[in-house]
C-alpha cells in the first residue's frame, strides 16, 4: 500500500537560512510525487511536482525538490527561506496514472526574524 | 493551472443540520475531487465526483452523509448531512488538470464548525 511519511511536524529556521522537509514514501512502482504549501486559513498550493525525468525539479518561489528513487525520498530545499515561507507544507504521492493522492501529515515552517 | 473558488468561506452551524458547499471552477475539467481535513490533521479524500454519473466514495464515506452533485463540467456540490461536532472541518475541492500528468489544484476551503 502506499504510504507518505514526513517525519519532521515542527520546523523552525531563521531568515535567509537553508531549509530542507523530508519526505519518505512507499510504493511499489516509480510514483508521482507533489510539494504543497498552505498558509494559514487558504487552500493548498502546487510546488512542484515530479513524474519522471530529471529528478531535480524546479518549482514556484524558490522551491526545488529532488528525487531519489534509493532512498525513497522526495526532500523539498530552498537555499534561503523568506519570512513568508511560513506555512505548512504537505508531500503527497500519487498513484502513476491517476488522480489518487496520498498526503502526508504535514510539515509546520516557522520562520525566525 | 485552474482557479476554484468555494462558498461558503466558513459556517457555523448546529448539529443535525446539513450544509452544502460549492466548488466552482473558471474552465471545464474532468476529474473533481472532495476533501476532509480535520484540526492539525492531513487530507483525506472523500470521494470523486464524476459528471454526469455517481461519484466514488472512498472508504468510511458514504453517500447518505456526503451527497455529492455534480451537474455538470465546472461545478460540484458537497453536502455534509446531519452534522456532529466530528465533522467540524476544513472541506476542500480540488480539480485534476495539467498536460500530460496528474496533478490538483485546490480551492481556498471552507472551514466548518458544527456546535
Known amino acids: 500500500a502506499q504510504s507518505v511519511t514526513q517525519p519532521d511536524i515542527h520546523i523552525t529556521v531563521s531568515e535567509g537560512a537553508s531549509l530542507e522537509l523530508r519526505c519518505n514514501y512507499s510504493?511499489?512502482?516509480?510514483?508521482?510525487l507533489f510539494w504543497y504549501v498552505q498558509s494559514p486559513g487558504q487552500g493548498l498550493q502546487l510546488l512542484l511536482k515530479?513524474?519522471?525525468?530529471?529528478?531535480l525539479v524546479q518549482g514556484i518561489k524558490g522551491f526545488e525538490a529532488e528525487f531519489k528513487r534509493s532512498q525513497s525520498s522526495f526532500n523539498l530545499r530552498k537555499p534561503s527561506v523568506h519570512w513568508s515561507d511560513a506555512a505548512e507544507y504537505f508531500c503527497?504521492?500519487?498513484?502513476?496514472?491517476?488522480?489518487?493522492?496520498?498526503f502526508g501529515t504535514g510539515t509546520r515552517l516557522k520562520v525566525l526574524a | 493551472s485552474a482557479v476554484i473558488s468555494q462558498k461558503p468561506s466558513r459556517d457555523i452551524c448546529q448539529r443535525g443540520t446539513s450544509l452544502t458547499i460549492q466548488c466552482q471552477v473558471d474552465?471545464?475539467?474532468?476529474?473533481m475531487f472532495w476533501y476532509r481535513q480535520q484540526p492539525g490533521q492531513s487530507l483525506t479524500l472523500i470521494a470523486t465526483?464524476?459528471?454526469?454519473?455517481?461519484?466514488?466514495?472512498e472508504s468510511g464515506f458514504v453517500i447518505d452523509k456526503f451527497p455529492i452533485s455534480r451537474p455538470n463540467l465546472t461545478f460540484s456540490t458537497l453536502t455534509v448531512s446531519n452534522m456532529s461536532p466530528e465533522d467540524s472541518s476544513i472541506y476542500l475541492c480540488?480539480?485534476?488538470?495539467?498536460?500530460?500528468?496528474?496533478?490538483?489544484?485546490f480551492g481556498p476551503g471552507t472551514r466548518l464548525t458544527v456546535t
Open positions: 474552465s471545464q475539467v474532468t476529474m
Open positions: 480540488s480539480v485534476g488538470t495539467g498536460t500530460g500528468g496528474y496533478e490538483q489544484y
Open positions: 515530479y513524474f519522471s525525468g530529471d529528478t
Open positions: 503527497a504521492v500519487g498513484a502513476s496514472g491517476t488522480y489518487k493522492y496520498i
Open positions: 510504493y511499489g512502482a516509480t510514483p508521482y
Open positions: 465526483a464524476n459528471q454526469g454519473s455517481e461519484a466514488t466514495y
